[in-house]
């Protein structure tokens, strides 16, 4: 089949992903076989190509936003088919018996793996994934549509789940790719008003599109005081003006896998009358299975660009680049 490899990390610019013919994998017990139709790309998956996380296996497929058919079972899988669509996302498997799996808290599982990272990913034709982590995918999602939602829509909803903001309150996102494009449409579904602040005009205009009730540069403070925020731009100057914009008692999740250095918090005016800073972490099967209800009921509509599986190197690049309106997807065929 082809893939998309890694060997070596190295700048997105630098294209270090090339294709390769390799063997197509076999399903081992409890696993499904997916027959890839689309991929999207991550900014995770940016992430790891660079060395900005630590790699864990080479040469390594990218790619953990995988839509797909089952054309292999593995021994004992019971609650899947052949020909049956599901999405393949970041968390694979977990070990089920640490405390925080036993909490509830599978996405703090220190012996967690993840897709594209410790396994090969959905940058290929085919992809393998433990069948209890397989999800199905609403009817209302085409390929494309479904793809920017296991991970840009999870991590997005975690995230919203993490700021607190209920319905009707106000919410704001500090950058607006992947990720915030779908975060807005659930939270406009809930009556929240929407406040972003993003870099690029263009994004800026989608935001607008898409209900925005204010929209500003990327550290503009918004004219009224936020219930919470999500930070979804991997920059930690943004931090404290983020934590400013907040009303007394907000929280500010942060939902990057990965940020630059955060600078000097002045207590007094960022931090002090009970604002809260936290970080969001990976997902839990859970947040996929709501996420996917919600999206549904709330009719998101994910914004995508389409690229061949060969042209990975330059989504990557645009992604960097803030050049994807959305979320760019890889098609194999």
């Not at 007394?248 to 990057?256: K, V």
């Not at 960022?270 to 990976?282: D, W």
Request: net charge neutral; aromatic share 6%.
């Amino acid at each position: 089949m082809k893939a998309m490899l890694l060997e070596t990390s190295g700048p997105a610019e630098s294209r270090p992903l090339a294709l390769a013919d390799v063997e197509v994998p076999a399903p081992a017990a409890n696993e499904v076989r997916v027959r890839v139709r689309a991929c999207g790309v991550c900014r995770t998956d940016l992430h790891v190509l660079e060395g900005d996380l630590a790699p864990a296996r080479r040469p390594i497929v990218l790619g953990h936003e995988v839509v797909g058919t089952i054309d292999a079972l593995g021994s004992g899988v019971r609650d899947f088919h052949r020909g049956e669509r599901v999405g393949i996302a970041w968390l694979r498997s977990t070990c089920g018996k640490c405390e925080f799996c036993r909490e509830g808290r599978t996405n703090l599982c220190p012996n967690a793996r993840f897709t594209g990272y410790h396994e090969h990913g959905g940058y290929a034709e085919h992809a393998i994934v433990p069948a209890e982590y397989a999800y199905r995918i609403p009817e209302t999602f085409g390929d494309d549509e479904a793809a920017p939602l296991l991970c840009a829509g999870i991590i997005g909803y975690r995230a919203l789940k993490r700021s607190g903001v209920k319905s009707g309150e106000r919410l704001g996102l500090y950058g607006f790719g992947g990720s915030a494009h779908i975060v807005i449409q659930i939270a406009r579904a809930r009556g929240c008003e929407v406040f972003v602040c993003s870099l690029r005009p263009e994004h800026r205009d989608l935001a607008r599109e898409l209900g925005a009730a204010w929209v500003g540069e990327k550290d503009e403070m918004p004219p009224r005081p936020l219930h919470g925020s999500i930070l979804f731009a991997p920059a930690g100057e943004l931090v404290p003006p983020a934590l400013r914009a907040l009303r007394s008692g907000g929280t500010l999740a942060c939902a990057g896998i990965h940020m630059t250095p955060i600078p000097a918090i002045d207590y007094d005016r960022e931090l002090f009358r009970e604002r809260t800073l936290c970080s969001v972490t990976a997902n839990t099967r859970e947040d996929g299975i709501e996420l996917f209800k919600e999206a549904a009921a709330a009719r998101v509509r994910t914004h995508t660009q389409p690229f061949a599986l060969a042209d990975a190197n330059e989504a990557l690049v645009r992604l960097k680049q803030g050049r994807i309106q959305g979320a760019a997807v890889l098609h194999p065929e």
